[in-house]
């Protein structure tokens, strides 16, 4: 019998998803959280977009555990159709075959109709867009704001946490949410290194330079004391004495990049990005900036040497082809 051929519900509409669906969603975000130890905010996500797809089936009287890779794919140009960016409707993509890949593995799925299986959806890979990033000069003007917030940084401890901030998110690339998660502890001022916890709750070594630690050793003698009240691990600390969110943080950077007169919008990410441009522009081999940057394949990596014009040469393919058979000869000896 042919499905209706309805509009496709955009991801918020009031689509009631039946109870089954809802119930195996629940277990399947369960496993994430419990198990695979996914982050509150992964959770949200994945709930998000999981939700939308169930209401979406719901719309076409689909049962969730009848859906095919036809009636995804409905769904992803219902999505593009309405303005969902490439990348949005790619990560739905995903997250939708996860989410019936983990469903097959608990054997909640019958047998798929033959050539429509939704474990077998793909989504055409679209040109990836380029990271922006920071000039050296607006680096430098960004780094060396004296006055943020409207404070003194000589003088006032919100001031030297924002200057340690904004030094150690560039000299280390980190994410947002690795900066907001530090505690004291993970600091290595001796050896100017950082233990950071990223995604899919992996452990790394980061590293900054001189004036990240000058900034960081200004801060914890003269502003953290300052705002601690009690015995709080976090290293940067808002004004009640708790942890700095990562929204706060994103906060601080985008004011100190309009008080330093940059003329694109700065963020926490325009600053990994700027790191990670800088070390390739600098000729740092691509598997030393992959192991910075935390990432889990060359692949991501390789961006930055299309940011990077003085680095489109013969050195980084070399160094490309030389990262790609180390990690070839490591997944072979596996």
């Not at 918020?12 to 195996?24: R, T, W």
């Not at 983990?102 to 890979?125: M, N, T, V």
């Amino acid at each position: 019998m042919p499905r209706a051929s309805r509009r496709p519900p955009t991801p918020d509409d009031p689509v009631v998803i039946p109870p089954p669906a809802l119930e195996a969603l629940e277990a399947y975000l369960h496993d994430l959280e419990g198990v695979k130890r996914r982050s509150a905010h992964t959770i949200r996500n994945y709930r998000h977009d999981i939700e939308a797809f169930l209401r979406f089936l719901a719309s076409r009287d689909t049962p969730f555990d009848d859906a095919g890779r036809d009636d995804a794919r409905s769904f992803l140009a219902g999505l593009r159709n309405t303005g969902t960016a490439d990348a949005s409707v790619k990560r739905y993509a995903t997250i939708v075959r996860g989410f019936y890949g983990w469903l097959d593995r608990e054997g909640r799925l019958p047998a798929p109709r033959p050539g429509d299986s939704i474990l077998r959806l793909r989504y055409p890979k679209s040109s990836k867009r380029l990271p922006h990033f920071l000039s050296s000069e607006d680096t430098a003007r960004l780094m060396a704001t004296k006055a943020l917030d409207g404070h003194a940084a000589d003088s006032d401890p919100a001031a030297l946490r924002n200057h340690a901030l904004l030094e150690l998110l560039y000299a280390a690339g980190l994410r947002v949410s690795e900066a907001a998660a530090i505690d004291a502890r993970d600091l290595d001022l001796t050896n100017r290194q950082l233990t950071v916890l990223g995604k899919g709750e992996k452990m790394r070594v980061a590293l900054f330079g001189q004036p990240a630690r000058t900034a960081l050793l200004d801060y914890l003698e003269r502003g953290r004391p300052q705002l601690a009240t009690g015995a709080q691990p976090a290293l940067f600390l808002n004004r009640s004495g708790g942890r700095l969110s990562a929204r706060s943080i994103q906060t601080i950077v985008r004011n100190a990049g309009i008080e330093a007169g940059v003329r694109q919008r700065v963020h926490p990410h325009l600053l990994r990005h700027s790191f990670a441009t800088h070390l390739v522009e600098e000729g740092a081999d691509l598997r030393v900036v992959q192991h910075l940057l935390g990432h889990s394949s060359i692949d991501t990596t390789q961006i930055y040497t299309a940011v990077s014009p003085s680095r489109r040469d013969a050195i980084v393919s070399k160094a490309l082809r030389r990262a790609r058979r180390i990690e070839a000869d490591r997944k072979a000896g596996t």
